[in-house]
């Protein structure tokens, strides 16, 4: 995992570059030359944070599937009417 380094001025210029390095790593952001920011990805964020990807974030990194590989059976259901 390596490292890169935007200067602010760089990372206001080309935020999708800084995003797109951010996939590989973290991304320092310096201000006059220090220090000043580091842009994650999100599950490296959650990592650090020692909190486990919610069941939205890991369905979104399945494969997308063929309607038919899933089938599943109609159920045969009467309603009846209710007293109360």
């Known amino acids: 995992m390596s490292t890169r380094i935007f200067s602010s001025r760089d990372f206001t210029r080309d935020v999708a570059a800084a995003k797109a390095a951010a996939l590989t790593g973290p991304v320092l952001i310096t ?5 000043s920011f580091v ?12 909190k486990a990807p919610s069941l939205f974030a890991l369905m979104q990194q399945l494969p997308e599937l063929p309607d038919d590989v899933l089938e599943i059976p109609r159920m045969d259901v009467e ?4 007293d109360f």
């Open 31 to 35: 201000d006059r030359g220090l220090p």
């Open 39 to 50: 842009l994650l990805n999100i599950d490296e964020y959650h990592q650090l944070q020692g």
């Open 79 to 82: 309603f009846r009417d209710v």
